[in-house]
């Protein structure tokens, strides 16, 4: 089947909103990057997402072949959660969208809410729908022990995971949850990790850091980390917090300096301010906020190692991004992280959510700056699998087959791709 346009749903947060606050964070990254390079296929993409009905709509075109339409549905304050209630408005005002014109080939929809409004385009088209996650409601309540999800969101993705024609999971242990904790049929799981964009997170470019203390030296400074994402709990940062304070106590010798780049974000109201370290102490940190992709880039360059403390994470996008600049990454071994990460060659996997296991983690990399150094350059080789150019084509090849429900037919090996 020849594709020639697609509609990619993205409702409850636009691709074009910074990551980092907010609801914004990889699947942003994700669907910009992976609509540009589709398009770059050939492939006209319409992308919808929502706005409060206090907005016009308009639409924005941030790549050739990529537009993005806003679309009013619901008050400002709607949370993701409450989105599901606009769900047959904001379906019908994507079909108005077409009622002139041929329905797209395929239907690319990102996250529950989204989903639902998929899988009623699809029906209405006569079109596969391709469903990603990104996040799994059950992996987060099993994982975070102060997760909260509504039913609502439970049984959306039980429905998505028996009526989407494909659903796409980042890694093999994201394709096994499908299964395990969903009942999602093995001939409807493609593997598809996603990319990094290289032309920004790469080896070469500024390094930045913190002015230096007063006769501080290369071998003498603080151990240099960095934290990137929501500030909510499922992310962590109060675990690399505690876990630094803690480095204090066990080593009054030992220095480190961390740097925490996010927003604030959700109804886990984490005081972050009260978990800081002194700063004027050997162990010190600092929060700033969300930043574009070139000046993060540049922290994670200056960085010995980026830290990933999420309690759960589908793909881990920052550690993908922290090993292309050369920096190791230390992660907690959960979700896709088992998989970004190699342990012992490019980072550090941390065996135990806890402030002990990332103080010990924390205190053995401090003392071998030469292995950091080693698996910096290991990190940059391996974050060249990390391609959104293949992403993209092994996407088209989705959108191009009515018999997706068997992926065998196109040559995927469910959980092991």
Known sequence: MDVRRIAVLSLHTSPLTQPGGGDAGGMNVYVRQLCRHVARLGVEVDVFTRVPETEPAHAVEPAPGVTVYHLPAGPA???????????????????????????????????????????????EWSVPLVHTMHTLARVKLREDPTAVEPRARLEAEDRLAAEADVLTANTPTECQELRDLYGASPSSIAVIPPGVERSVFRTEGPARWLEPAAGATASSRPLRIVFAGRIQHLKGPHILLQALKRVGVLDPAARCEAVLIGQHSGPDELDLERLLPSACGPVTARLLEPMPPAELAAWFRGADVVAVPSYSESFGLVAAEAQACGTPVLANLVGGLRHIVHDGVTGRHVVGQTPEAWAQALLTLGARRDVLEQWGRQAAVHADRFDWNQAARTMLSLYRSHAVRDLGLLGFSPCHH
């Open 77 to 123: 304050a709607a949370t993701k959660n409450d989105l599901a209630e606009f769900v047959p408005e904001l379906a019908a005002a994507v079909a108005r969208h077409y009622a002139d014109t041929a329905a797209p080939d395929a239907v690319h929809s990102h996250y529950w809410v989204s989903g639902l409004a998929g899988l009623q385009l699809s029906a």
